[in-house]
């Protein structure tokens, strides 16, 4: 699933690309993935300019002209491809393709979904705060104004919960999932059952700054192509290469050649090395 690094990545892609550009025409494919009666949503996208493009969580906004945005969230597999007018389209393009925004130059942006859980919403731009906040999506790690102190608040509230499904859960921070709830605990020393009440200063501390670390550097990296997830230019994100854990069961671990596990928590799967992280 796409979490904070990719959906970041392909927002900042999609900002330079279309930005400024008016839609002329959507082709939707699979009319459930539109929140809302068809006819009503080409009414108010189409002839509309892209005024900005944002995200909060996992979600990507695209602002219009015309006092709407349109929410737009790739849960599992959900990928938005764009491409020129000139430039030839890949199987990649085609594939799974749920629906097309035409922009007035020429340029497309093709919504592909294998699984079909994503969805595309439209919401009035006023609105937007209201919405998040219904949601309750915590905090955006990445905010400079999000601190240390802010995140042990957020902790204090849940001492009872297991750190692994705490940073998981979008009402606590923001755009944390499988890969990188993983890997923040390995870098941090820290097992994913541990709980919150038992856990150190120190190690909380660690867990922290591994945030704000790997968050970042797989932005800079743009994000990890573990499963279906794509940039906004089609092309496979680079963190894979750094990832320690996740995904990497069986394998040596690299600080202390013991042998990675996985385990189920709630549904979910953790990836750790039972050396460096000790129950
Ligand atoms: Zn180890």
Known sequence: MPELPEVETIRSQLRKLIVGKKIIRVDVGLPRMVKLPLDKFRKIVIGAEIKKV?????????????????????????RLIFRRKDESLKDEDKKWNHLIYYFSDGSRIFHNDLRQFGYVKLIETEKLADFFQKEKLGPE?????????????ILKRKPKAKIKQFLMDQQNIAGIGNIYSDEILFLAGVHPLRKIADLK????????????????????????????????????GEYVPRLKVYGKEGEKCEKCGGVIKRIKIGGRSAHFCPKCQKL
């Open 54 to 78: 944002d995200r909060r969580a996992k979600i990507l906004i695209f602002e219009l002209s015309n006092g709407w945005s349109i929410l737009i969230h790739l849960k599992l597999s959900g």
């Open 201 to 236: 200063p120190e190690e909380i501390k660690k867990i922290f700054e591994g945030m704000k670390k790997i968050l970042s550097e797989a932005i800079k990296l743009q994000g990890s192509s573990v499963d279906l997830y794509l940039t906004a230019l089609g092309e496979e």
């Open 141 to 153: 790690p990445l905010e400079r104004n999000f601190t240390f102190n802010d995140f042990l608040v």
